[in-house]
């Protein structure tokens, strides 16, 4: 971005308590959604996939339903920029073999499928 489109803040302190006033103007980055495209992206997968499909009676309700989804997230959700394999496998199972069960969060919205070991 050139410097000419920043806009400025003026910063006012105090150096020590008796000391002398200064002042002086910094740059401040617009805060568009251009800036991290990362976090903009997972917040847009959040919204799409968790919270407009539910109510929410409470700020407690909304912090375990995205506490529930960061962990959906992150351990049991295949990405697609990472070769459709998991951020943070729990376990590692080697063999194709064994009966295939179903986890669920937050009442079935969220599944995730795998293999029990044989």
Same mark, same amino acid.
């Given at each position: 971005?050139?410097?000419? +489109?920043?806009?400025?803040?003026? =910063?006012?302190?105090? /150096?020590?308590?008796? &000391?002398?006033?200064?002042?002086?103007?910094?740059?401040?980055?617009?805060? @568009?959604? !251009?800036?991290?495209?990362? *976090?903009?992206?997972?917040?847009?997968?959040? /919204?799409? !996939?968790?919270?407009? #499909?539910?109510?929410?009676?409470?700020? @407690? !309700?909304?912090?375990? *339903?995205?506490?529930?989804? =960061?962990?959906?997230?992150?351990?049991?959700?295949?990405?697609?920029?990472? &070769?459709? +394999?998991?951020? =943070?496998?729990?376990?590692?199972? *080697?063999?194709?073999?064994?009966? =295939?069960? +179903? #986890?669920? +969060?937050? @009442?079935?919205?969220?599944?995730?499928? @795998?293999?029990? *070991?044989?």
């Amino acid at each position: 971005m050139p410097l000419t +489109r920043l806009r400025r803040r003026r =910063v006012e302190g105090r /150096k020590g308590r008796c &000391g002398a006033r200064h002042s002086h103007l910094l740059p401040v980055v617009s805060m @568009d959604g !251009s800036r991290n495209a990362y *976090a903009e992206r997972f917040v847009r997968t959040i /919204k799409e !996939s968790c919270l407009e #499909r539910m109510i929410f009676f409470g700020e @407690d !309700s909304l912090r375990n *339903a995205t506490h529930n989804f =960061v962990a959906h997230y992150h351990t049991e959700r295949n990405h697609q920029g990472l &070769g459709n +394999r998991l951020i =943070v496998p729990i376990q590692s199972i *080697a063999e194709n073999t064994g009966i =295939v069960r +179903r #986890r669920q +969060r937050l @009442d079935g919205m969220l599944n995730y499928y @795998d293999r029990n *070991a044989a």
